[in-house]
């Protein structure tokens, strides 16, 4: 049995996407977010942490991502956490930890309404003459 290994991150893309293509023709697109949390310290000054977190998508989706996306874009990202591992030209052992995305929300700011307009407010009627419907 393993281990549950899954996260959920919201947050703002630091960067453009980069997109690649690795010898089998798989796209992967990497991007990195940065992620705040607020909070209140002892003194009752609000506070904000920042965290960075780099994270891998593949396949059609990240295709998507590199034609959607921009520096500053909001997602929510749902995957696992993987660790990456390397080797520098100077034999120093290197890692990291990173996000294996599997599903990619895309979060879009919708326009502001027009003045007086709610979107909690019922829809305005229709006539009662069907002599304006097309069909």
Known sequence: MSDTNRVLIKGRLTKDPDLRTNP??????????????????????????TCFIDVSIW?????ICKDTLTKGSPILVEGKLITENWIDK????????????????????????EPGYSATEPAPEQPEDDS???F
């Open 90 to 113: 100077n034999q120093q052992k290197h890692s990291k930890i990173k996000i294996l995305a599997n599903k990619v929300h895309f979060i879009i700011k919708m326009e502001k309404a």
């Open 59 to 63: 396949g059609k989706m990240a295709i």
């Open 24 to 49: 089998n023709a798989n796209s992967v697109c990497n991007i990195s977010l940065a992620s705040n949390d607020f909070y209140k310290d002892k003194q009752g000054q609000e506070q904000k942490q």
């Open 132 to 134: 304006s419907i097309p």
